[in-house]
């Protein structure tokens, strides 16, 4: 199964058709793991943009797409979430690289145990300077 298959099944799972605009926007996400603005994933599929946010919100309804703030251009960027994974953001520039080396799995349990809520959706974000903004800004 691809993760296009997966991630397919798993939005018919939650109630929610496959539409082509929907597969369209979710193989994209997939395979460019950009973080890609609304306008770039509309450009790039040469989509209509009211389409473009009408399908996002149906995917981030789903919990197949996550919505990340870089706090650098006043977009939202995208992206696909079926594997936990936390987000490290660089506030001089606001690139955005996922992060797999920490196990995310167990968050969402000890959170319930700790809390008591139903934990329905888990994020976690770092901010700092990637080593591009670092050397531009002449920090060791």
Do not use: W
Request: glycine share 4%; net charge neutral.
């Amino acid at each position: 199964m691809t993760e296009l298959d997966e991630a397919l099944t798993i939005l018919q799972n939650r109630g929610f058709k496959k539409t082509p605009q929907r597969i369209n926007i979710l193989e994209y996400l997939i395979q460019h793991r950009i973080h890609p603005s609304a306008m770039k994933i509309a450009d790039s599929l040469a989509m209509n943009l009211t389409t473009v946010y009408n399908t996002l919100d149906v995917l981030i309804a789903s919990k197949l797409v996550y919505p990340i703030d870089n706090n650098q251009d006043g977009k939202k960027h995208y992206d696909y979430f079926v594997h936990p994974h936390y987000h490290v953001i660089c506030r001089n520039c606001g690139r955005i690289v996922d992060g797999k080396n920490i196990d995310l799995q167990n968050f969402p349990t000890l959170a319930r145990q700790a809390s008591g809520y139903l934990i329905e959706q888990t994020s976690l974000e770092f901010t700092g300077l990637c080593p591009a903004c670092q050397k531009l800004l002449d920090i060791n």
